[in-house]
């Protein structure tokens, strides 16, 4: 069985950042676009970052351009919208794919742990949040429209 220690994922500058590194921290992992009708859910994500941060709680945002085009930005256009317009503090990562022959990883791995309605795999949109425990295990999976502000009591319990 894997957890999220098993992953490597790319920083916004290319690094990579071994997700063991967040073993020991609570984790809301989402796909995120600037061009989206949930684009301002940046607001509450960095809301319930800054409720949490200091007691073990982090924000992974990746990019995606998979869902109508609403990401087509380079990394330093979507880093600049998102400081702009949101003053977002926790971490975007590089631009990934969610879904298809090149998919992240890591996002292929949390979509079998927690399956969305009536068991698809798929992630059908922006904004599809994953919150990940302590040892790294896939908690529960939200859709889009799941705001922030009510995942924050499903955050609070894992801290």
């Known amino acids: 069985m894997s957890t999220i220690a098993d992953f490597t994922v790319e920083s916004s500058n290319g690094a990579a950042l071994d997700l063991s590194d967040k073993l020991g921290k609570v984790l809301l992992v989402v796909n995120t676009a600037s061009n989206c ?4 859910q940046y607001k509450g994500l960095e809301a319930v970052f ?14 995606c351009n998979q869902f109508g085009g609403q990401e087509p930005g380079n990394q330093d256009e979507i880093e600049q919208f998102c400081e702009v317009n949101f003053g977002l503090t926790f971490p975007l990562m590089k631009k990934i794919d969610v879904n298809g022959d ?12 927690a399956p969305g309605l009536m068991g698809s795999k798929a992630i059908k ?16 999976r939200y859709a889009p429209q799941d705001t922030p502000e009510r995942i924050a009591k499903d955050i609070e319990k894992l801290l």
């Not at 009708?37 to 301002?40: E, I």
């Open 102 to 113: 090149d998919a992240s990883p890591l996002f292929d791995w949390m979509k079998g742990e």
């Open 50 to 63: 800054q409720q949490y941060k200091d007691r073990g709680f982090e924000v992974l945002a990746f990019p």
């Open 125 to 140: 949109w922006n904004f599809t949040k994953f919150l990940i425990d302590r040892e790294g295990n896939v908690v529960k």
């Open 37 to 40: 009708g949930f684009t301002p």
